[in-house]
Structures are given as structure tokens and as C-alpha cells.
């Protein structure tokens, strides 16, 4: 599936000046997450040339096109605008020629202006469209901030998510999203959650109802988005199934092939599994920061790992 942005929502954004624009830019796609310096095209190389992408101007191309002929300057401005780019963008607020503007009205491309220096907002930019036309997957699941450790918690319907999210907020963590999980891959390392914009902040309590977080816990107990570190899954307790003791083992899934730790809590009467859902957000952020108590318990009885 091809994801896009419109022009519309990447200017509000960006905070981009409108020079010139063809028409409605709500109806407007941009579908790559790359922008571009056209300097070689404008010195007269075209070859691989990707009109995909927004074309970005700073002060190196216009003191290019400055060193031109009035007539040439134009023919390379119109060469660029004919290529039916989906925006240019005019970095360090310069000023333009009308003859420029007028130009990308009649090539029918939209011409704005930011303020920021080139480098700093192609990197804005970049940024940005990397979330917004990332790959995406929605799960069933609740998605939680623990001791800054992004937890995804999953299950079957009934096992106890929400109430678990419920305990977990009460013990001031933060909730990010309950029912629905929008994931987008934004590396081929990073994922990062979010709610549907129409359920934010709402959870579902079997017997209670629906509840507002945010408004019932105060707006420090919600959370737009978070990275995702653990998957844990709740599973009502099986007898007859051996679950891991000493976490020597790290077992992943994978989530838009990227591979994440996964942690599988059986449930049952007695078991306060909000606490166990702490200390594991905790044993995660010690592993990363090299620490393995299973390995030093193994070391002190002169156990090899």
C-alpha cells in the first residue's frame, strides 16, 4: 500500500510561506520520503532525475542561477518547474524574482518559503515524512509508557489488558493507546505507536464502560506517541506449560520485520501483573544498558551462562 501526505498538512507542519500554489493543496499527494537539491539539474544534468520529490532551493542554487544570463537562469528555473515536481521550496526566507513566481504559476507547481537555513529543514522535513509515509500495520493490543520503556501489551479479548493499562496509569505511568495500535516502522530498528485519532486517550473497562484517561487521571497520564521496545503477552495460566524463570533467553516477534523482544505473562487469580509488567519494562532497560542478573546469579554459584 502507497501512503502519502498532502501538501496541505506538510506546510502546516513545516510553517511554510505560500508563494504560489495551482489549486487546493488538501488534494495534493507527496509520496516520497526523500527531498532533493536539484543543483545539478539546474547546471544542465538531468540523468536520474526523480521528480517524486520535493525540490528544495538554497542560497549554493541561487548564487548559481545569479551567475547566469537573465535568459539562461529562466530556461533552467522552467526546466525544473516542467518537471512536475510536487513542491520547490525556497530556504532562509530569499527573495525572488516575480518572473520565478510567475513561472511556477504556470507550470502549475507550488512554490513556498521557510525561514530555516537549507540543511536544518531538509532535515525537518525528512523527519517528518519518514513518520507520515512510513509502513504501517494496526494490532489489537494496549500501548503503554513504563519507566520510559514503550510496553505493548497483547492478548486474547478478555484476558486483562485494559484493567492492567487501568492499574498501570494509576501507578503513574502513561497510557498511549488502548484496543487499536497504529504501528508505523520508521527504521529498519525503530517502531513507534500510536492511537487512532478518534479513540485517543479512551479505554474500554468491561462493567464500567468507556473512560477518558486523560480527563479522569489529568493529561500527564497520556501520551501521543512512543517508541516500542517489549511486546508482553498476557495468557490466561496453562498447567501444563513450562514458562521461562531466569530470562537467559530473549524470545523476539516480528512487527514489520523488525524484530522485538517478547515476553509472554501467564494470568491468574492473585497475580499482580501490573508489577510484573513494571519489573520487566525495568530488566529490559537494564539488558540494554549491559546488565543480565541471570547471568551474575550463574557467575556467583560458578555456573557458566
Known sequence: MKFFVTLEKFIEQLHLEVLSVPGDTSRIQITSTEVNRPGLLIS?????????????LGKMEFSYLDSLEQSTKMERINNLFSRQVPAVIITRNMLISSEIVESARQHRIPLLRT????????????????????????????????????????????VGKSETAIELVKRGHRLIADDAVEIRRLSNKKLVGQSPANIQNFIELRGVGIINIARTYGASAVKLTQEIDMVIELENWKQDK????????????????????????????????????ETAAVVNRQKKMGYFAAQELLQKLGIEA
Open 44 to 56: 544542465g544534468f538531468s540523468e536520474n532525475f526523480d521528480p517524486s520529490r520535493i525540490q528544495i
Open 115 to 158: 525561514n530555516e537555513e537549507t540543511s536544518a529543514f531538509m532535515a525537518t522535513a525528512i523527519s517528518f515524512l519518514n513518520t507520515e509515509l512510513a509502513k504501517r500495520v494496526t494490532r489489537h493490543g494496549v500501548l503503554m509508557e513504563v519507566y520510559g520503556e514503550g510496553i505493548f501489551i497483547t492478548g486474547d479479548s478478555g
Open 242 to 277: 513450562s514458562y521461562s524463570t531466569t530470562g537467559l533467553t530473549d524470545e523476539y516477534t516480528d512487527i514489520l520485520g523488525v524484530p522485538v523482544i517478547k515476553s509472554v505473562i501467564p494470568v491468574r487469580p492473585g497475580r499482580n501483573i501490573s508489577i510484573v509488567i
